[in-house]
């Protein structure tokens, strides 16, 4: 134990892992987007050859831009003033358990209840009450069947509205309720889950708990629901809770659990909170990975293949060796990323179609012209990193794309690199931190570090400030 509150670590290692994607042009998507919708429309430098951004052509300008965000994060993440202390979901689970559990211990004298099943018991639905676990010996039996059979000394576990426990002793004296000395929680822990409602869903936002049927749609309970402040939601039972985007649900499910909902377009994010399985102490498997991996970002520095062979041939290699399954590389592909990719070129291909490009960009320069070069790198910076918030950094880079390429096919601007507009945007579309939302990254540490949304702005705001600075001056110079 350090004695260190994870909201200190989170949100700096969130920010300067997202930064460290400006070493390389693979070490984020939006360089690979960005270098090829400029491959695909044919832009040239100064000398009329076809851009060609090699694998560390970013890098004198990225290690800088990460450095920077290192130093920053690493002074001023200690003072509360800049990123105060916050209680994550697991400590708010950890503290409260008890305001939303109920155990209860099948005796003996319970008569009504063992040797029948749930369903036969009538314990599947009893009074806002669902039974989400049984605890049997060292056994943990999490999201039980209806017709799994009751046994003497089985602790049922219930969720919901735990007032009504008495009801429920009342219709058998044998349930016994067990007090503050019985300690779930460690067997609890390995099936627990916080899964945050996605603005795109349209089975969850706006529907009761109740009316969702958490139990047959997606095989798990909901235990507990935070607001996106962190703070338990209350005032009324859990069944009738009606959910918002960005609520995030603790649900008891099975081990399979996230394996089945990572993807789920109802959950932007979904993750274990605690309990998971160890690494792989496998180090033959450990060292071949790491083989491949330096042999995948190599050979493409020496021209040996090109970047995207290099890639392929490494996940391939990967799956050959044994290092991954293939049900594992199936369920590393992000679909719904690489259609975003492709429909960039489409997006951009019709904003260039329409000449909307051109236009935003003769308007760009009759107002920054004045300013030269490092005025028109400037705007590009702010306009991305600001649409990096409001949308995404895919969506941001492909709406301003088109205007960059209206401002360079004329040359519109004297002295303006090709290699330094286009660096600049990778920049800006990668420093997406003002907000939880720029980055799946980011949405993680904000459920995890339990971050208000105001503290992401008042500690990355004055970083974004300074990488703004650093990321336009250093491209205006380098390149």
Same mark, same amino acid.
């Given at each position: 134990?350090?004695?260190?509150?994870?909201?200190?670590?989170?949100?700096?290692?969130?920010?300067?892992?997202?930064?460290?994607?400006?070493?390389?042009?693979?070490?984020?998507?939006?360089?690979?987007?960005? @270098?090829?919708?400029? /491959?695909? #429309?044919? =832009?040239?430098?100064?000398?009329?050859?076809?851009? *060609?951004?090699?694998?560390?052509?970013?890098?004198?300008?990225?290690?800088?831009?990460?450095?920077?965000?290192?130093?920053?994060?690493?002074?001023?993440?200690?003072?509360? =003033?800049?990123?105060?202390?916050?209680?994550?979901?697991?400590?708010?689970?950890?503290?409260?358990?008890?305001?939303?559990?109920?155990?209860?211990?099948?005796?003996?004298?319970?008569?009504?209840?063992?040797?029948?099943?749930?369903?036969?018991?009538?314990?599947?639905?009893? +009074?806002?009450?669902?039974?989400? #676990?049984?605890? &049997?010996?060292? *056994?943990?039996?999490?999201?039980?069947?209806?017709?799994?059979?009751?046994?003497?000394?089985?602790?049922?576990?219930?969720?919901?509205?735990?007032?009504?426990?008495?009801?429920?002793? +009342?219709?058998?004296?044998?349930?016994?309720?067990?007090?503050?000395?019985? #300690?779930?929680?460690?067997?609890?822990?390995?099936?627990? !889950?916080?899964?945050?409602?996605?603005? /795109?869903?349209?089975?969850?936002?706006?529907?009761?708990?109740?009316?969702?049927?958490?139990?047959?749609?997606?095989?798990?309970?909901?235990?507990?629901?935070?607001?996106?402040?962190?703070?338990? &939601?209350?005032?009324?039972?859990?069944?009738?809770?009606?959910? +918002?985007?960005?609520?995030?649900?603790?649900?008891?499910?099975?081990?399979?659990?996230?394996?089945?909902?990572?993807?789920?377009?109802?959950?932007?994010?979904?993750?274990?909170?605690?309990?998971?399985?160890?690494?792989? %102490?496998?180090?033959?498997?450990?060292?071949?990975?790491?083989?491949?991996?330096?042999?995948?970002?190599?050979?493409?520095?020496?021209?040996?293949?090109?970047?995207?062979?290099?890639?392929?041939?490494? @996940?391939?290699?990967?799956?050959?060796?044994?290092?991954?399954?293939?049900?594992?590389? #199936? %369920?590393?592909? %992000?679909?719904?990323?690489?259609?975003?990719?492709?429909?960039?070129?489409?997006?951009?291909?019709?904003?260039?179609?329409? %000449?909307?490009?051109?236009?935003?960009?003769?308007?760009?320069?009759?107002?920054?012209?004045?300013?030269?070069?490092?005025?028109?790198?400037?705007?590009?910076?702010?306009?991305?990193?600001?649409?990096?918030?409001?949308?995404?950094?895919?969506?941001?880079?492909?709406?301003?794309?088109?205007?960059?390429?209206?401002?360079?096919?004329?040359?519109?601007? /004297?002295?303006?690199?090709?290699?330094?507009?286009?660096?600049?945007?990778?920049?800006?579309?990668?420093?997406?931190?003002?907000?939880?939302?720029?980055?799946?990254?980011?949405?993680?540490?904000?459920?995890?570090?339990?971050?208000?949304?105001?503290?992401?702005?008042?500690?990355?705001?004055?970083?974004?400030?300074?990488?703004?600075?650093?990321?336009?001056?250093?491209? !205006? *110079?380098?390149?």
């Amino acid at each position: 134990m350090t004695g260190i509150v994870p909201s200190k670590m989170l949100m700096p290692v969130s920010i300067c892992l997202s930064l460290a994607g400006t070493l390389s042009i693979i070490g984020s998507t939006i360089n690979l987007i960005v @270098a090829g919708l400029a /491959e695909s #429309e044919g =832009l040239t430098d100064e000398d009329g050859n076809v851009l *060609n951004f090699s694998m560390f052509g970013i890098t004198k300008v990225g290690v800088i831009y990460f450095g920077a965000s290192l130093v920053y994060t690493s002074v001023l993440a200690p003072f509360n =003033l800049m990123l105060p202390e916050r209680r994550g979901v697991e400590d708010t689970v950890s503290g409260n358990i008890r305001k939303y559990l109920v155990y209860i211990k099948v005796s003996p004298k319970a008569k009504s209840i063992v040797g029948k099943s749930i369903l036969s018991a009538g314990l599947q639905n009893f +009074q806002d009450l669902q039974l989400i #676990e049984i605890h &049997r010996g060292e *056994n943990t039996l999490p999201t039980p069947s209806l017709d799994m059979i009751l046994l003497v000394n089985d602790v049922l576990v219930f969720s919901g509205r735990t007032e009504n426990v008495k009801e429920l002793i +009342q219709k058998d004296g044998g349930l016994l309720p067990l007090d503050s000395s019985y #300690e779930p929680l460690d067997r609890l822990r390995s099936n627990l !889950y916080e899964a945050v409602v996605s603005r /795109e869903s349209l089975s969850l936002i706006g529907r009761k708990i109740a009316h969702v049927s958490f139990r047959d749609r997606f095989d798990a309970a909901v235990i507990a629901v935070t607001d996106r402040s962190g703070s338990m &939601r209350s005032g009324t039972t859990l069944g009738d809770l009606v959910l +918002q985007p960005g609520d995030a649900l603790i649900l008891e499910g099975d081990a399979s659990f996230y394996k089945k909902h990572a993807n789920d377009r109802n959950f932007s994010l979904v993750y274990q909170i605690a309990g998971s399985a160890p690494p792989m %102490d496998d180090w033959f498997h450990i060292v071949i990975s790491i083989g491949i991996l330096a042999a995948m970002v190599l050979l493409p520095v020496f021209d040996v293949v090109d970047v995207w062979v290099s890639g392929i041939g490494a @996940a391939i290699l990967l799956i050959l060796t044994g290092c991954i399954t293939l049900a594992d590389a #199936e %369920d590393a592909i %992000d679909f719904q990323l690489l259609l975003t990719i492709a429909l960039s070129f489409g997006v951009a291909g019709a904003l260039d179609e329409q %000449d909307v490009g051109d236009a935003i960009a003769n308007f760009l320069v009759g107002w920054l012209k004045p300013l030269g070069p490092i005025g028109i790198l400037f705007a590009i910076y702010v306009t991305v990193s600001l649409l990096s918030e409001m949308i995404t950094s895919n969506g941001a880079v492909v709406i301003v794309f088109p205007v960059v390429a209206g401002i360079l096919k004329e040359n519109r601007i /004297e002295n303006l690199s090709p290699y330094a507009a286009l660096y600049v945007m990778m920049l800006s579309g990668t420093a997406a931190f003002l907000s939880p939302v720029g980055y799946q990254l980011n949405l993680m540490a904000h459920s995890i570090g339990g971050y208000h949304y105001s503290d992401w702005f008042r500690f990355a705001a004055p970083l974004q400030f300074g990488l703004t600075i650093i990321g336009v001056v250093c491209c !205006y *110079n380098f390149y």
